[in-house]
Each structure stands twice: as C-alpha cells, then as structure tokens.
C-alpha cells in the first residue's frame, strides 16, 4: 500500500512560483499513476495534473497547461507538481492521489479513479 504526503505549500504573490512535493510510502511507487488535485472553498475537487507509472504520459486541466509541470522520480518514490506564473484563483488545497488501477500508459483524471489520498498542502496565492 502506498500513502502519499504532501509538501511544499505556502503564501505566494501573484507570478510566483512553487514546487509541491509528494512523498509516497511504499516499494511499489513506481508500479502506480499518480495525479494532483485541488480543491478551493466552496467548489469540488478537481483534477490539475497527472501522470502515468512510466512517466511518459501526463495530463494538465486547461486552467494550468502551460503554467505548471507535473514529473516523478521514481528511485526517490517522489511526485511533484512545478507551479510558475501563480494566479490567485489557483488558491486551493492541493492533494495528491494514488491511481493502483491504471493501465501503463494511463495518466488518469477522475477522482473516484484514485485510491489513496494525502492530507493536502493550502497554497494561497495573493494578488
């Protein structure tokens, strides 16, 4: 079983940047997708970024492609999720997920498609 935690948020202005970490207990980290979500006061939580077992494949909602980078080491059974150009409406608790079901390839992006869970970092971003 691998239990995710994550690392790495803070207060930041508007332009800065950031570096979340996702550290991930467990000798079988790199047979797992991993992805990063986000959930801001009052709203759902929704996907941001994903990433498959190999590393090969990735996904980005629309609202941070081209802003954030999502990349892992496996050998360090770490994730991380790059943030540049932050935004106030990118203010949310970020947490990082587990995908134990996907295929090779897949870099997944629903929420029930994740099975394990951290506890979320808040990155505040201000303006």
């Known amino acids: 079983q691998v239990q995710p935690a994550e690392s790495g948020g803070g207060l930041v202005q508007a332009g800065d940047s950031l570096r979340l970490s996702c550290a991930a207990s467990?000798?079988?980290?790199?047979?797992?997708?991993m992805g990063w979500f986000r959930q801001a006061p009052g709203k759902e939580r929704e996907i941001v970024a994903a990433?498959?077992?190999?590393?090969?494949?990735?996904y980005y909602a629309d609202s941070v492609k081209g802003r954030f980078t999502i990349s892992r080491d496996n050998a360090k059974n770490t994730v991380y999720l790059q943030m540049n150009s932050l935004k106030p409406e990118d203010t949310a608790v970020y947490y990082c997920?587990?995908?134990?079901?996907?295929?090779?390839?897949?870099?997944?992006?629903?929420?029930?498609?994740?099975?394990?869970w951290g506890q979320g970092t808040q990155v505040t971003v201000s303006s």
């Open positions: 997920a587990v995908d134990r079901d996907g295929g090779w390839l897949q870099a997944r992006t629903k929420t029930y498609e994740y099975d394990q």
């Open positions: 467990g000798r079988t980290f790199s047979s797992y997708a």
């Open positions: 990433i498959s077992r190999n590393g090969l494949n990735t």
